[in-house]
């Protein structure tokens, strides 16, 4: 059973930084890439970062390129999405997941999300 559970969301004005952070367990972690994914009130779900089960590369969409940082701990299973600069339109609910496929430019999501961690940026 595999779980992800994320955390570190809350309330920042514009400028500032979040670090979020996603707890996986239930499978072997160091062996799989985690893509991070954001969903705004009425909006799809919009994908935002990715990172390969080494760290070697990553994926950032245009709207946060620049501006977030998508990182990993394979001996804590831990993965991170530290976001500087932050602007009003960042605010959604922000979901880490394991993909079923991806390559450099696209990622397939799996079943497996987390609760989602709720990011509201202030103007």
């Known amino acids: 059973q595999v779980q992800l559970v994320e955390s570190g969301g809350g309330v920042v004005q514009a400028g500032g930084s979040l670090r979020l952070s996603c707890e996986a367990s239930g499978r072997t972690f160091s062996s799989t890439a985690m893509g991070w994914f954001r969903q705004a009130p009425g909006k799809e779900r919009e994908y935002v970062a990715r990172?390969?089960?080494?760290?070697?590369?990553?994926y950032y969409a245009d709207s946060v390129k620049g501006r977030f940082t998508i990182s990993r701990d394979n001996a804590k299973n831990m993965v991170y999405l530290q976001m500087n600069s932050l602007k009003p339109e960042d605010t959604a609910v922000y979901y880490c997941n394991i993909p079923a496929y991806y390559s450099d430019k696209t990622y397939h999501p799996s079943n497996y999300w987390g609760q989602g961690t709720q990011v509201t940026v202030s103007s």
């Open positions: 990172i390969s089960w080494s760290a070697g590369t990553t």
